[in-house]
């Protein structure tokens, strides 16, 4: 059983920045693929980044040059650094864990076993 716990979430205005933290108790942690995946109101939970246990990422074409994702086995945690934040990216995030490879981070839900309570994140025009 593996509990994750994001924190940093905010208020922020546009243009600004946050930095997501998603803590995990797996005693394997550095073996899940992780993700990070949100949702606004009256949508659908949507794909945001994805880092593989060796630390290869992936980005959502509506984030990529903004967001960076990263992630410490030794400390069991991962991380999202939001930067140049626009309204639109308002939503709840969730951090998640899944099987994956050693290469690749799954861009779908489905694979992901373990998911986080969300954290809120609000940016102001």
């Known amino acids: 059983q593996v509990q994750l716990a994001e924190s940093g979430g905010g208020l922020v205005q546009a243009g600004g920045s946050l930095r997501l933290s998603c803590a995990a108790s797996a005693r394997t942690f550095s073996n899940y693929a992780m993700g990070w995946f949100r949702q606004a109101p009256g949508k659908e939970r949507e794909f945001v980044s994805a880092?593989?246990?060796?630390?290869?990422?992936d980005y959502a074409e509506s984030v990529a040059g903004r967001f960076t994702v990263s992630r410490d086995n030794a400390r069991k945690m991962e991380y999202l650094q939001m930067n140049s934040l626009k309204p639109e990216d308002s939503a709840v995030y969730y951090c998640?864990?899944?099987?994956?490879?050693?290469?690749?981070?799954?861009?779908?839900?489905?694979?992901?076993?373990?998911w986080g309570q969300g954290t809120q994140v609000t940016v102001s025009s």
């Open positions: 998640a864990a899944g099987a994956g490879t050693k290469w690749f981070a799954s861009r779908s839900e489905d694979d992901y076993d373990y």
């Open positions: 880092i593989s246990s060796s630390g290869h990422t």
